[in-house]
Structures are given as C-alpha cells and as structure tokens.
C-alpha cells in the first residue's frame, strides 16, 4: 500500500510542492474534473491527506450532487502527472 502514492505526496501541501496534479473521475456520471489543489489546501489546510478515500470524504461530484444522486463514494481520484 502506499507505493503509488509516495509519502511527500500523500498530502494536499505536498502534491503542491511537488507540482503534480490531482483530478477526480467521477464513476457515476463519468465527468473528470482537475482538482485546484491551492484551493483545497487552503480550505482543509495542507495536511490534509489526499488519497483518494480520504478526498471523496471531503468532496462531492457537483453533477450528481446536483442530480440527487449518492455522491459518497463515485470518485475515483487519481494522481495526474503534469503535462508539458
Ligand atoms: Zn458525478
């Protein structure tokens, strides 16, 4: 466990400093979105873990949200390596 997702970077501040993004794949309406992570790391600070059980506590498909839809467990979050 753990090996996709090295330590330095298994915290908002951390995938911040390490310039990689994150973007959510939502499994129920199949809408990925790009995380800000400045954003979220300013609201839940920058301990805040962000692997993908601990980030779908927190945030919510706006789509199926919006939809009625259970929206607890439809992301998928997945490291997004920055593009050139
Ligand atoms: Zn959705």
Same mark, same amino acid.
Not at 15 to 42: F, I, M, P, Q
Not at 68 to 82: C, E, I, L, S, W
């Given at each position: 466990m753990g090996k996709e997702y090295p330590f330095s970077e298994g915290t908002l501040g951390g995938k911040l400093a390490a310039g990689t993004g994150l973007s959510v794949y939502c499994l129920t309406c199949r809408r990925r979105a790009v995380l800000d992570l400045a954003a979220l790391a300013k609201r839940?600070? !920058? $301990?805040? !873990?962000?692997?993908h059980w601990d980030l779908s506590k927190i945030i919510y498909c706006s789509e199926c949200r919006s939809a009625g839809? $259970?929206? $607890?467990?439809?992301h998928a979050v997945t490291p997004d390596k920055r593009r050139r």
């Amino acid at each position: 466990m753990g090996k996709e997702y090295p330590f330095s970077e298994g915290t908002l501040g951390g995938k911040l400093a390490a310039g990689t993004g994150l973007s959510v794949y939502c499994l129920t309406c199949r809408r990925r979105a790009v995380l800000d992570l400045a954003a979220l790391a300013k609201r839940f600070g !920058p $301990d805040q !873990p962000c692997l993908h059980w601990d980030l779908s506590k927190i945030i919510y498909c706006s789509e199926c949200r919006s939809a009625g839809r $259970d929206d $607890d467990r439809n992301h998928a979050v997945t490291p997004d390596k920055r593009r050139r």
